[in-house]
């Protein structure tokens, strides 16, 4: 029996893939790149806002912090008006909280545009905490912010489901002790959360209550 979900965010609890395009490709523009198609954006997501531009600007750009600072601010201020729930998720999140289940957030994303797209989309289904990428804690996979947060909130680890879409959530609930949900309505497909060591895995939002 579980007792709190710990989600990712990206791909997980919302589509953000057009918002994170947009503001992408507007600081891609800044030094005449290019723009990325969602495709490629979907493909480079997960592993911190500084790896996502890394990877989109390329290891050898002479520019990356003062890209990655640029990016960091558009996107705090972003409207995510091209952001959305998944399907099934209103309700499925409402059944959790009508349980008792806590529900916290753990995402790569920086924290700034986490709270924002938090206020405006998910502040009305109960999440206890909202943790966005921030200078205290390392990124996923490290499991030391989920550790934090089982400490936080006296959860146990047997008591714990971590729910994401990525490899980094995969191999952070791993390294944390936790079992994992890997969801495939997001950006990685089967056979790469495979890889990654996931064994149980979400169809649809509402196959998340199975697991608790």
Known sequence: MKKFIIFDLDG?????????????NETLALYGFPPLPVDKVKR????????LIKKAFGEHFNAIENAHKIFC???????????????GEAETLEIL???GIGLCIQTNKPNAATQRVYAD????????EVLGQTEYYPVKPDPTLTLEILRRHNVK???????GDGETDVQC???????????L???????????AGAVNFAFKFADILKFV
């Open 12 to 24: 997980t609890l919302l589509d953000t893939s057009e918002d994170i395009r947009k503001v992408l």
């Open 44 to 51: 480079i997501v997960g592993g911190g806002s500084l790896n």
């Open 73 to 87: 601010e558009k996107y705090a201020e972003n409207e995510n008006g091209l952001t959305a729930l998944y399907e």
């Open 97 to 99: 909280k009508r349980r």
């Open 121 to 128: 989309l998910l502040s009305n289904y109960g999440f206890c």
């Open 157 to 163: 680890k047997q008591q714990c489901l971590f729910v």
């Open 173 to 183: 609930a791993a390294a944390a002790g936790v079992d994992c949900v890997a969801a």
């Open 185 to 195: 309505w997001g950006y990685r497909t089967r056979d790469q959360l495979q890889k």
